[in-house]
């Protein structure tokens, strides 16, 4: 019985011994034979639903470019800063990596971004459409290239609004068609909701603009959004709460609790963004999109993601090949479209074409035409603690425990003090 | 250590090591030396990883905790600046007292929880094995898919718990959607997953437990409650120690939970110090802020567990 | 009498106790859309192993596997031997600072992870092991949480039996192997069931140090499968089912041993 004891601490030792020897190998980057170099590319999302589209482009890439062997690296998109935040602090930052358009600033105020445009020089960039491929500049300068982007638009149950007898949403709806279809809507006693928007910050600053209203002030110092729109777009969605749509109460932090609410038939409206499409496929239930309704204007929210490189990269040619193959080669966008991965950023509306024939929903155009009119997420240095105070304001106005317009007052001073 | 020990044991000890050092006087050079290298071997083990893997990363975090860093460009140096700051903010103390009330709750529900349970299930009794394993299930069971169950337990509008509250005419509240009750909720979800944890350490005691100690006390007639105030609990003073001690150093640090169910809302009502401190690390970009936090935290917590140390001789019987 | 309502009192908290456990079961078995029903639907239709198929398909799940279990077994033994040897000298041999070093030991479970990971990594980095298996062993070889646990349990075992093997002449090394460890085997194996799901469970370290896929463990491979605008929550709940089987394993075959040795030793 002590022996055991014993057998398994020698064991251990052993065991142990073997792991730390057996790194070695593994440590090193793979080998560079043949003058052949390894690029490191570190993405979320490609992982859990898109790492064979990703490892097609690669191969594509890799075909053309025989001396770089691209390794990719995944992470959730939850972790995913902190991941890269890490590595950067260690030293050994992935060479090319993927930026939301919200952390962009961040980053490339920091420094820690290659200047893609210095290295690709005055190579063409008609192939990206415009508004995307100025939305990574910073500073007049190129430091990530546009790769993908989804928007925002609204869905809605055709059965529901049948049922009820009011006319489907059109392109020229406004907030007050909205609420007033929602109204028709809904029947609490049978567990159906009109409308469905999250009181979070991604909605305010999309309504706000819908309203008319600016977020910053215009040279970005101070909040503009403590004004008649900013509270006229407050009250839009905090009205909504308990009316239209479910309570945080009744919501009860069920996961996906909208989602399975649309699917089950019994969500009328619903913002969301069109990654949903996929999930939506075998519903049971007609349903189709609009471009969101809007009040003083139309503004569809936008989110995009693109590639930057390490400024501490020794590949910066072969990171700038990668981030402009991924960001706008053919192979790329056919293989977004295809996999309905969200879509490519580019100019080039024949590749867009092959979106619209999928059948499912009917009205797929609305995602182009939101296009027309979008709103880009104000973007700080400090642009994750902006997101949480807006958003825990607005959920204390949700939740009746302050006013909206203490609220909106509230929101702007801690903003205020972030800008500062 | 010294401290920790019961005097009569310290006596025994220091007679033991007189005759181990032969009849009277210091012990030879020589023997010193061994006992030495004795004491080293036991401990290098576990002394040089800890020193390479905990230790000196944790002077590594001090260092960060003087700095201004976020993570991305070099670190600059700012002093004691991160913590006048911590020490000014509202924030700071709001999150301490929300931890504070989170140990409060937590500790005497798991504990008085864990220990009746460990007591009933020392018993012999159909199943026993099966139903330790039942128990132990919520411990190894993940936060994720805890938190998603008793946040639907406790929903208001739909849960189990508020429909059984009404049941018996009771309005139930708001649970963790209301601030004054989101902390309770957090309480309740972690004591009763930590339940088995108390149970399992303090079954290991139970059954250090000699019988003969209970049958010399029935045999000198005394009650149940009087084996249990008297010899049990006694005897399992070591295992309560180090319940009592994890439990609070633990405590301290709750974070998994709150994160999961209700990442520090509603309002800020559960905000509690871990969970500040992750967020300043990792998503607001303040590494320097968060490490000077955390020693913050560290503080009260050394504090609180030497105080413990201190008072163990008081409660705490070893053999 | 009183022993029947024990037993009801502990069969009824039992069901309590097996109820999230059960649901994340169920979830598992029902299809996509119907998952996380409010309340649970006990009894979905269309059951059936799909979300296990998915979970094969979506991670690479035997290497995770292989990867979680060889990193945790060879983490508890090392935990279990360093923990043991260093709680032996904590009860039982004198040394001047002794109370100080064990408050050192101590103070290690009082900084919070999150902030010791980025020193960590870079420290990991000057040593070249980062995206290694030692690199996600290493913070875990020595546990002051098992060395302050096995020192309360040689605590005690009372000073006679190893006093006589003095007397008998037999060293430290052999009255730790052959006296003292014997007499702990509750708290070892307890020990070895945490020691484990330390390592098993371990997130936050894993995610920032490992790169290569070949060398993810199982909570990273789980975390894959949280999308960032939805989630298979079927395909979750399998993935949390399949990770608990091996620590209950585990536990099971640890309370059958500390039983079997408390009855074969015969001392308590």
Known sequence: MNKTILALAVLATALATTTACSQGSATKAPAADGGKVTLRYFTFSAAPDHVKDLDKIVAAFEKENPKIDVVVETAPFDQYFTKLQTSIAGGTAPDAFELNYENFVTYAASGSLLDLGAVGGDSDVSAYAPESLNAFKHGGKQYALPASFSTVVLFYNKDLFDKAGVEPPTADWTWADEQAAAEKLTDRKAGIYGDFQPVQFFEFYKALKQAGGEFLSPDGKKTAFNSPAGIKAAKWLVGKVGKTMPTEAEIGGTADYDTNLFKSGKLAMWHNGIWQFAGLKDVPFEWDVVVEPGDATKASAVFHNAVAASSATKLAKEAYAWARFLSSSKVAATTRIESSWELPPVSDQSVLAGYLKDPKPANRQAVFDSLKSIALPPVIQRQQEMQDAVTEELANAAAGRKPVEEALKDAAARVDELLA | MTATETPASATARRAGGRRRAGAGGRPPRGRRLRYALTVAAFLLPSLVPLTLYTLIPMAGSLWVSLHEWNLITPMRWVGLDNYADLLGDPGTRAAFLHTLAFIAGYLPLVYAGGLGLAMLLNRAMPGRALLRGIYFLPVITSWVVVALMWKWLLNPASGLVNWALG????????????????????????????????????????????????????????????????????????????????????????????????????????????????????????????????????????????????????????? | MRRILGLAVVAAGALVMLFPFAWAVITSLTPGGAVLATPPDFTPEGAGLDAYRRLLEAVPFWRILFNSLWIGIVSTLLQLATSAMAAYAFARLPFPGRGALFAVYLATLMVPLQVLIVPLFIEMRMFNLVDTYFAVLAPTIASAFGVFLLRQAIAQVPKEFDEAAVLDGAGHFRIFAFIVLPLIRPALATFAVFGFMASWNSYLWPLVIIRSPEFMTLPLGLAELHGRFTTEWNVVMAGSVVSVVPILVLYLFAQKHVIASVAQTGLK
């Open chain 2, 167 to 319: 049941l018996v005419g009771i309005d139930g509240p708001g649970w963790w959607t209301d601030p004054a009750w989101a902390m309770p909720s957090i309480v309740l979800a972690s004591a009763w997953k930590d339940l088995g944890f108390v149970m399992i350490i303090l079954l290991a005691g139970l059954q250090a437990v000699p019988k003969e100690f209970h049958e010399a006390a029935r045999v000198d007639g005394a009650s149940a409650w009087q084996r249990f105030r008297h010899v049990t609990l006694p005897l399992l003073s070591p295992s309560t120690f180090f319940v009592v001690v994890i439990s609070l150093i633990n405590g301290f640090q709750v974070f998994d939970q709150v994160h999961v169910m209700t990442g520090g809302g509603p309002g800020g009502a559960t905000q509690v110090v871990v969970e500040q401190v992750y967020t300043f690390t990792f998503q607001y970009q303040k590494a320097g802020a968060a490490s000077a936090l955390s020693w913050l935290l560290f503080a009260v917590v050394l504090l609180v567990t030497l105080v413990q140390v201190r008072a163990q001789r008081r409660w705490v019987t070893y053999a």
